[in-house]
């Protein structure tokens, strides 16, 4: 997946899309992290997410990983430098210290990752959340036919625009338990299309 074409469109696009449905997702859970110190935010795309961390809470330091060169560079214009560290990498091969973090964000990201994948990524991040680590998970449901047709539609696009390879939404909910989180929290948007989540380990 290359995401550096659509990078600065990302925005317009899925305001155009889905109105204000994703965004309020992502910063959903935003006033329950306040205590977090050291986040690790995966596949943040053009950062605006990230942001609205760094602005709920003026004390944590984040790690940023993204695989496209252009979403970083907008991610740092948008976050800044100072509280951020950033990488462009592929989040299932970065290299995480062990017991590091207190809070992982995963927003629209886990859908670009097959079953395998998942596993392999969850995994690794596992080992360098602390315990009591939380992770806010935003993401699709495939619960309903409208919801189905709409996700389907979602991957065409990213074939096309990204070269995308993951065809299919993996369930994460069982991998993240095997690796001792539980879900604390969820609440679904209108229509049930997407979903926040919060974990805790
Ligand atoms: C669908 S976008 C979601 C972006 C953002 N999280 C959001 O909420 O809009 C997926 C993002 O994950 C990044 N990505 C995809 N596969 C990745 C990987 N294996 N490692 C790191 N980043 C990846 C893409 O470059 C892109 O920025």
């Given at each position: ?18 109105g ?12 329950e992290?306040?205590?977090a ?21 003026p ?12 979403m ?39 859908d670009?990752?097959?079953p395998?994948e ?13 315990p ?19 996700v ?50």
């Amino acid at each position: 997946m290359n995401c550096d074409l659509i990078a600065p469109h990302y925005w317009w696009i899925e305001k155009l899309g889905m109105g204000g449905t994703l965004e309020r997702r992502r910063r959903w859970f935003l006033p329950e992290i306040g205590q977090a110190r050291r986040a690790l935010v995966l596949g943040d795309g053009d950062g605006r997410f990230l942001r609205e961390l760094l602005r709920h809470n003026p004390s944590v330091r984040a790690d940023y990983v993204d695989l496209s060169r252009r979403m970083l560079e907008l991610a740092r214009l948008r976050a800044g430098r100072e509280r951020v560290s950033y990488q462009q990498c592929d989040g299932l091969a970065a290299e995480f210290p062990r017991s590091n973090y207190d809070l992982v964000a995963t927003h629209f990201f886990f859908d670009c990752l097959g079953p395998s994948e998942l596993e392999v990524l969850i995994g690794r991040v596992a080992e360098a959340a602390k315990p009591g680590a939380r992770w806010i998970v935003s993401e699709f449901c495939v619960a309903t036919i409208p919801a189905r047709l709409l996700v389907s539609a979602l991957y065409l696009f990213f074939r096309v625009t990204t070269g995308l390879k993951t065809r299919k939404l993996a369930d994460h909910r069982p991998i993240l338990q095997s690796h001792g989180f539980r879900l604390v929290s969820s609440r679904h948007s209108r229509g049930a299309f997407v979903v926040s989540e919060l974990w805790e380990r």
